[in-house]
């Protein structure tokens, strides 16, 4: 299938700094006087940067979305040289992507020769502390969007069993608009897409329903560009391989479109993988629970 990534045209580009703002997932930054897409990995083709470039620079293209390839990227990353190389390396370890930062430097070290920089001078720079928990001007992305794996503890503590019952998500971020399709996170999970809604209405949300599985969360009728959202889905089914797909919605007819655009992504995918629709009353009941 076809994705939509941002473009740069690095002729018309002065370096202005309008449309790191509005990368909320922080793959744009301006390195060397120039905006550069530092991993399109965390591109989700929202388009959000486009309406701020004053010079029209910015443009979304298609492109066919083949599985990550880190291989790939860093190959067309080191032309654009040292401090590029650098910011992306570090937006992978910001958002947990430690494997493909691995094999990144594995690569680098493979060809160090023929390298248009020191990579000792990449290392020195990957192993300084990080200062302050914002990014810098320069930088763009909101903390956040950063992706995390949330570690639970082998038995509840004493405070979660008495006030109710532990958080059961095991990631973030968890609206559609920012998870990553290819992120390590999501590979071979049962995942739930649910509406923003069902977890505040359903008290045992996280124990009967998210309890070990990822999660998206979206509103069919208010977000905006929804359609990305059919496209991760997609991504997800055939890239992240995931195992099974739970639709939650409220009974409120808005929600019905969350499961047709999960229907529709799993009949454009290349695998058909199990899926489960929950529908919630506003008062928290399930009022019907199918496999579709």
């Not at 744009?28 to 470039?53: H, N």
């Not at 991504?235 to 995931?242: F, M, S, V, W």
């Not at 007819?253 to 199990?274: D, V």
Request: aromatic share 4%; net charge negative; hydrophobic share 40%.
């Amino acid at each position: 299938m076809l994705r939509e990534v941002v473009h740069i045209d690095e002729e018309l580009c002065d370096g202005c700094g309008e449309c790191v703002p509005g990368c909320h997932e922080g793959a744009l930054q301006i390195i060397d006087g120039k905006a550069r897409l530092i991993s399109d990995l965390l591109c989700d083709g929202l388009g959000a940067c486009i309406g701020s470039c004053p010079q029209g620079a910015i443009t979304m293209e298609q492109r066919e979305a083949e599985p990550y390839d880190e291989i790939k990227v860093i190959r067309l990353i080191i032309p654009k040289g040292k401090n590029t190389v650098v910011a992306h390396l570090k937006h992978l370890r910001d958002h947990n992507e430690t494997a493909y930062m691995r094999q990144a430097m594995e690569y680098m070290q493979l060809y160090r020769d023929d390298l248009p920089f020191n990579l000792d001078e990449v290392i020195r720079e990957m192993h300084r502390p990080k200062i302050g928990v914002m990014k810098q001007a320069h930088g763009g992305g909101c903390p956040g969007s950063a992706e995390r794996k949330i570690q639970k503890p082998q038995t509840p503590s004493f405070t979660a069993t008495t006030t109710g019952g532990a958080s059961e998500l095991r990631q973030w971020p968890v609206q559609m608009h920012l998870i990553n399709p290819a992120s390590s996170l999501f590979a071979g999970s049962d995942m739930v897409l649910a509406a923003d809604c069902a977890a505040f209405a359903m008290g045992d949300f996280h124990t009967r329903i998210l309890k070990g599985k990822t999660v998206g969360i979206a509103c069919p009728k208010l977000d905006q560009r929804s359609d990305i959202y059919q496209q991760k889905l997609v991504r997800l089914i055939d890239e992240a391989r995931i195992n099974t797909l739970t639709v939650v919605v409220m009974e409120v007819p808005c929600c019905s479109g969350l499961l047709q655009m999960a229907q529709q992504a799993i009949a454009s995918s290349t695998r058909k993988i199990p899926l489960k629709m929950l529908r919630i009353s506003i008062e928290g009941e399930v009022l019907q629970e199918d496999w579709v």
